[in-house]
């Protein structure tokens, strides 16, 4: 069975960072675009990043550019959202999902994506 366990988060002051963490079990993230949302409560779900198969192309939310970095370790099945400079407005549940053949052209886009993980809380707060 294909699932997504993602792993990493909690509460962290602003300023701070955390480096979420994307498993796969039941299939190989190689054939797979890996995307990272995040969706605060009362808000929709928002793109964070992606990084696609292979060539690791990857694209960021303008907003989050310079202070979230997106990799994988195609070796572990695992890929993983460094995010610095915290701030109380990224406080959210963090999803990862995994679009096959790679980010999806609207990769921002939730509904184009095929599988999902649980979701990890990250709070941003002093």
Known sequence: Q???VESGGGLVQPGGSLRLS???SGFTLDYYGIGWFRQAPGKER???SC????????YYADSLKG????SRDNAKNTVYLQMNSLKPED???YYCAAARPTC???????????????GTQVTVSS
Request: with cysteine; charged share 20%; aromatic share 18%.
């Open 2 to 4: 294909a699932q997504l």
């Open 22 to 24: 994307c498993a796969a």
């Open 46 to 48: 928002e793109g964070v």
């Open 51 to 58: 990084i696609s198969r292979r060539d690791g192309n990857t």
């Open 67 to 70: 202070r979230f970095t997106i």
């Open 91 to 93: 406080t959210a549940v």
């Open 104 to 118: 999806p052209s609207r990769w921002y886009q939730w509904g184009r994506y095929d599988y999902w993980g649980q």
